[in-house]
């Protein structure tokens, strides 16, 4: 499977060019790079396409080659050449598992003088550690959860003992009227 998105990829690009010309702009200083996935976990692999084509097809590139020191890989690692397309290499490479997480930005070397970065982000895997609650709720600190037997306290009992007084005379009018 890593191998069809990788052939994708190299295709894409060569597909890419094609559409566009064989000339480049003179403002185009770098190859044209694509990375796949643009977002991975620490361990996983990248995918790395890379077109070198110069303004003339006898000025693409015959190499290039992949620079892994900041991913803790080989320092110069030669590209993979397309069977179809002239100036058009990939590589595929996998991370190493202790890789913090980042975005990263390996460089890639054309034969031809060109130059670019491929920039990709490393993610990690570890998710946040979930929070349990422990002992009681915090409830606020407002004078109804702090003062005991004040002003509001008298109130409530006070309240409570009318309506025990008007519950109390409800039910025997209740009886009186039942037995008439």
Known sequence: MRAVRFAGAALTLAGTAAFAGTAMPAFAAGPVIAVY??????GGSVAVA??????????????????????GLDSRIPMTASKTEAGVFS??????AGIM????SPSVDCDNGMSGTAMFTVRSLVKPAVVVPAGAPVTGDGITSTAVGGPLTAAGLGILG???I???FAL?????????
């Open 101 to 104: 997480p980042g975005t990263y």
């Open 166 to 168: 008007i519950g109390v």
């Open 162 to 164: 009318v309506s025990s």
């Open 91 to 96: 590589i595929s490479v996998k991370l190493p």
């Open 37 to 42: 996935p643009t977002f991975v976990a620490p």
């Open 172 to 180: 025997r009018r209740r009886k009186a009227n039942a037995s008439k």
């Open 50 to 71: 890379a077109e070198c084509r110069g303004s003339k097809p006898d000025k693409d590139a015959k190499s290039a080659t992949f620079f892994g020191t900041t991913l």
